[in-house]
């Protein structure tokens, strides 16, 4: 069974508690808007023009302080929701995909069993959800 990972490595929190960066700000209003935007479609020229970076340094940012790309962290936060959503309502698979950011079924269960190592029925059940 799958578990949604945290966006920092637990182990490591005290050598990034340390890190001030000097991109935390800027990385900040990217994840601000990640969180708040995430079920539309965010792409990463937006990112970009919100933290005020170029490209790269925003990736650099993203890998420095969470240890994973922009999109991926849009695609972890997206997979988040979609946890709470398969939870909380009987909705379909199709809706849930779309109410969380993700194109279709397809995508969702792609990026779901890739994320979470399990299907999203199997996830499901295995909360008691059936």
Not at 23 to 41: C, H, P, T
Not at 101 to 120: A, E, I, N, P
Request: glycine content about 6%; some cysteine.
């Amino acid at each position: 069974m799958g578990s949604v990972r945290p966006y920092v490595d637990k182990d490591n929190l005290s050598k990034i508690a340390d890190l001030k960066w000097e991109r935390d700000d800027e990385i900040g209003r990217a994840v601000n808007y990640i969180r708040n935007n995430f079920r539309a479609n965010i792409a990463i020229a937006d990112l970009v023009d919100i933290a005020g970076l170029n490209h790269r340094k925003l990736h650099r940012g993203f890998i420095e302080l969470f240890g994973i790309a922009p999109m991926q962290f849009i695609t972890r936060t997206r997979i988040e929701a979609a946890c709470e959503y398969l939870l909380s309502i009987g909705k379909k698979l199709a809706q849930v995909a779309v109410n969380n950011g993700f194109y279709d079924q397809s995508s969702l269960t792609q990026h779901f069993r890739k994320q979470m190592k399990v299907t999203l029925l199997k996830y499901r059940k295995h909360k008691g959800f059936s």
